[in-house]
């Protein structure tokens, strides 16, 4: 079972920028698929980005040019550059990491609280 551990969220304005990080417990090269979910009060938890072990990347449409995800393979680290937040990207923010892209479920981090309101 991978382990996940995030960090970086927060309190920020409208408009403000917060990067949360993942590190995971194995080599990250083992990870055929590493994402961010969220779930905001009161609904379901959704997609918001994700990244495979060669590097391609998908976002929700909800979040595409203001998100970007990376990945930092010598700390095994992804992370989430959130630009221009809204309000409605208030949520709890979770990292899910797949060891290949058609596994199901995967594994989940604690989650990290993000909060966008002035």
């Known amino acids: 079972q991978v382990q996940l551990v995030e960090s970086g969220g927060g309190l920020v304005q409208p408009g403000g920028s917060l990067r949360l990080s993942c590190t995971v417990s194995v080599n990250i090269f083992s990870i055929g698929l590493m994402g961010w979910y969220r779930q905001a009060p009161g609904k379901q938890r959704e997609f918001v980005t994700d990244?495979?072990?060669?590097?391609?990347?998908n976002y929700a449409d909800s979040v595409k040019g203001r998100f970007t995800i990376s990945r930092d393979n010598a700390k095994n680290t992804v992370y989430l550059q959130m630009n221009s937040l809204k309000p409605e990207d208030t949520a709890v923010y979770y990292c899910n990491a797949r060891m290949t892209i058609a596994e199901v479920g995967g594994s989940w981090g604690q989650g990290t609280q993000v909060t966008v309101s002035s």
């Open positions: 990244i495979t072990r060669g590097g391609s990347i």
